[in-house]
């Protein structure tokens, strides 16, 4: 199968600090990976798509300065939430995209959830 | 009107009831997931489809391309199969980001 880690899955911390959330494709490289943000009961929002060795491709609506990605290698990419406030407070997902049989599918990682206090 | 279309919205089942779930969507697609969402948060992948059906262990997905429309079956039903199941396709335009329905909330009561 195709293992995705993030970490960490908890995170609580004070207003104006930054957060970093690493995600990682632990047996396979993966290319693309993809930041999303989801609040409680609702569906999935996708922030931004990540390719490795370029910049990230935002969603409408997201700040790029605020939710800083940088997707260093194939198998690791990182969303850094810069002077994080309570609205800010969300649970992170982040996928990576592997190709099987000519096909790119998406296997998720387990999500972080943030509280900004 | 979103373009990934889920009903219904929730769901609560006895144990071993034959379960389904539905997905509509309004735009050209590669290919459509289904996903399944526990309580923690995690997800998880549990079919790709691009025609035809899929099945996994208790698990069936069918896709009608013509129609627009996927189905999820869970058979002999189970309380650990709580969980929000999502739909979500991947247009045709060529990059690979997906649309998601909005969930159904499914709950089977022992």
């Known amino acids: 199968g195709a293992v995705v880690s993030q970490h960490p899955s908890w995170v609580i911390c004070k207003s104006g600090t930054s957060v970093k959330i690493e995600c990682r494709s632990l047996?396979?490289?993966?290319?693309?990976m993809f930041w999303y943000r989801q609040f409680p009961k609702q569906s999935l929002m996708l922030m931004a798509t990540s390719n490795e060795g370029s910049k990230a491709t935002y969603e409408q609506g997201v700040e790029k300065d605020k939710f800083l990605i940088n997707h260093a290698s194939l198998t690791l990419s990182t969303l850094t939430v810069t002077s994080a406030h309570p609205e800010d407070s969300s649970f992170y997902i982040c996928s990576a995209g592997k190709s099987l049989a000519s096909q790119e599918t998406q296997y998720f990682g387990p999500g972080t959830r943030l509280l900004v206090l | 009107k979103n373009e990934v279309e889920q009903s219904p919205q929730n769901l609560t089942a006895q144990e071993g009831e034959f379960i389904t779930i539905n997905c509509s969507y309004s735009?050209?697609?590669?290919?459509l997931h289904w996903l399944q969402q526990h309580p923690g948060g995690g997800i998880v992948s549990l079919f790709m489809?691009?025609?035809g059906k899929k099945k996994h262990g208790r698990l069936i997905a069918t896709i009608n391309i013509q129609e627009k429309h996927s189905s999820l079956h869970i058979t002999a039903s189970h309380p650990r199969d709580s969980a929000v199941y999502i739909c979500a396709v991947v247009s045709n335009f060529g990059n690979e980001k997906l649309t998601f329905g909005t969930g159904t909330r499914l709950t089977i009561i022992p």
């Open positions: 489809l691009s025609s």
């Open positions: 735009v050209g697609i590669s290919a």
């Open positions: 047996d396979f490289q993966a290319t693309t």
